[in-house]
């Protein structure tokens, strides 16, 4: 199936800093979505974007749907260590769902 | 509200064996969705339920892996016999319809030895 191309494919930090990652696609899609997974557990959704150019925020995270319709960006401000799991992004085209490769994301404190 | 359930978190078998998969999507989604997930990479779809209709299994290898939902809420995957490169993470998400969001379970992490 389609697969996404996000980037970076990982991602050492510092506590406090901010960070981002982004995706892009050859194929337009109608949403973007971006999710978390931690260690043993299924990813967990974010963010959920529904228009071209739309700019979304949840707490710390922003996230930006692109005006192409082809990328999306994840942006995490004053990151802290619970922020560390692996970050991806997601394409719809209906119902279905392309996911991308993955940012893997470590804080040091 | 509920999430998306799954069973079992683990499961461990030798290979030739068979094993089983099972799923409750969140009260009121008509999309389920099952989910192969490689170490290190992303979802990848096995099957699209609408409601009990397999509408998208064209990625699902039909020579060992079969699903069903019945009455167009539980779900169960099987794989039978299991070969030693099914050892993944199998999720399952459900989504309310229309592609506008899809929220995934805890996953079954299967172990082939």
């Known amino acids: 199936g389609q697969q996404l191309n996000q980037s970076p494919q990982s991602m050492f930090i510092q506590e406090g800093e901010d960070v981002s990652m982004n995706c892009t696609s050859s194929?337009?899609?109608?949403?973007w979505l971006w999710y978390k997974q931690e260690p043993g557990e299924g990813p967990v959704l974010l963010i959920a974007?529904?228009?071209?150019?739309e700019l979304t925020s949840n707490g710390r995270l922003t996230a930006q749907f692109g005006i192409t319709r082809k990328d999306s960006f994840l942006n995490i401000s004053a990151s802290i260590p619970s922020d560390v799991g692996i970050y991806f992004c997601?394409?719809?085209?209906?119902?279905?769902?392309?996911f991308g490769t993955g940012t893997s994301l470590t804080v040091i404190p | 509200e509920a999430g998306v359930v799954q069973s079992p978190r683990y499961k461990i078998i030798e290979k030739k064996q068979p094993v089983a998969f099972w799923c409750n999507p969140i009260?009121?989604?008509?999309?389920l969705y099952w989910y192969l997930q490689n170490l290190g990479q992303g979802p990848e779809l096995l099957i699209r339920?609408?409601?009990?209709?397999?509408?998208?299994d064209s990625q699902l290898p039909k020579d060992r892996f079969s699903a069903e939902r019945l009455k167009g809420v539980d779900s169960t995957l099987k794989i039978q016999p299991a070969e030693l490169g099914d050892s993944a993470v199998y999720l399952c998400?459900?989504?309310?319809?229309?592609?506008?969001?899809?929220?995934f379970g805890p996953g079954t992490r299967l172990t082939v030895l």
């Open positions: 998400a459900s989504s309310p319809g229309g592609g506008d969001t899809q929220y």
């Open positions: 194929s337009i899609f109608n949403t």
């Open positions: 974007l529904y228009k071209a150019g």
């Open positions: 997601a394409g719809s085209t209906g119902n279905q769902f392309y």
């Open positions: 009260s009121g989604h008509n999309t």
């Open positions: 339920y609408e409601n009990e209709e397999a509408v998208d």
